[in-house]
């Protein structure tokens, strides 16, 4: 990994509305950082883990399906995270296709091999071996044309698709719920192992402090987040928000932190994982 002047930091998003509205205030010097100068920015999601994976960046959003690849080098903030009940990504398709025939598939179009939806895919539906990797907002149309017979859909799309005459094959989400009756987590903060820990430790209290002033001042951060928004109409934001926005984002917690063991932290030694979180 390359050094780092550890009080210059690059922070890497997503554009999605969750994002967005969590790092706004942070971002935009509206809550003291001290001397930290915090830098940001954006790419989709599959970018960025893949730049988590090369070792490239020191914060940065990710998908927790990759965490047993970038344990060695990365922790997690136990802030900023994307996780809760009724969130997966979802499973869709033209009409007549249908959860129960899904062999017959020739293509599913999903947003990255290192997603959290790619994982669902594998785990809950591993019939499906034709998966072609698409940037996310692409994925409805391809699915719309023809060029795929169905698609995972993640972020604004999840709202959206109706709107391209698509159906919902499965629920991903609700999937894993069921799979194991935890909330699903799906992407959240990784840091810099290199980084001082008191600046990891830093980061989460001070994205914390920028969560809590998003939603006590919920119209200061409104023109920056459609600035970058895929969807720009605001009543899809408000639903992004409101659904990927909860509790876990503020603190992970101990039931946040066993769903991503279950996700994902079998692939993990022990030693590394209770050092995991910061």
């Known amino acids: 990994m390359k050094k780092y002047d550890p009080m210059k930091i690059d922070v890497c998003i997503s554009p999605c509305p969750n994002d967005t509205f969590m790092f706004h205030a942070l971002l935009n010097g509206l809550i003291d950082t001290g001397d930290l100068e915090l830098t940001p920015h954006f790419a989709d999601i599959e970018s960025l883990n893949e730049s988590l994976v090369a070792g490239d960046v020191t914060v940065s959003k990710f998908s927790y399906a990759i965490l047993p ?29 249908k ?25 809950m539906f591993p019939e499906v071996t034709d998966k072609p990797e698409f940037i996310f ?23 959206t698709y109706q709107n391209c005459g698509l159906s919902l094959i499965a629920d991903l989400g609700l999937e894993w719920e069921v799979y194991c009756g935890m909330p699903l987590p799906l992407g959240g903060i990784a840091v810099s192992r290199e980084l001082p820990y008191e600046i990891q430790r830093e980061l989460t209290i001070l994205l914390r402090k920028s969560i809590r002033y998003a939603q006590e001042n919920p119209s200061a951060s409104c023109d920056w987040i ?22 876990y984002s503020e603190e992970l917690g101990e039931e946040g932190r066993n769903a991503v063991k279950i996700l994902a932290g079998h692939h993990i030694p022990e030693e590394k994982w209770s050092s995991l979180f910061i």
């Open 69 to 97: 690849l970038i344990c060695d080098n990365y922790r997690v903030l136990n802030s900023g995270s994307a996780l809760g009940r009724g969130n997966g990504p979802l499973l869709v398709g033209k009409e007549g296709v």
């Open 99 to 123: 959860k129960d025939n899904l062999r017959g598939l020739r293509v599913a179009a999903v947003p990255g091999k290192y997603t959290t939806a790619n994982m669902l895919m594998d785990k």
């Open 226 to 247: 459609k600035f970058h928004a895929q969807e720009m109409d605001e009543e899809v934001i408000g639903q992004h928000i409101n659904l990927f926005v909860n509790r």
């Open 137 to 159: 907002s692409d994925i409805a149309d391809a699915v719309q044309s023809g060029e795929v017979d169905a698609g995972v859909l993640i972020h604004e799309g999840r709202f």
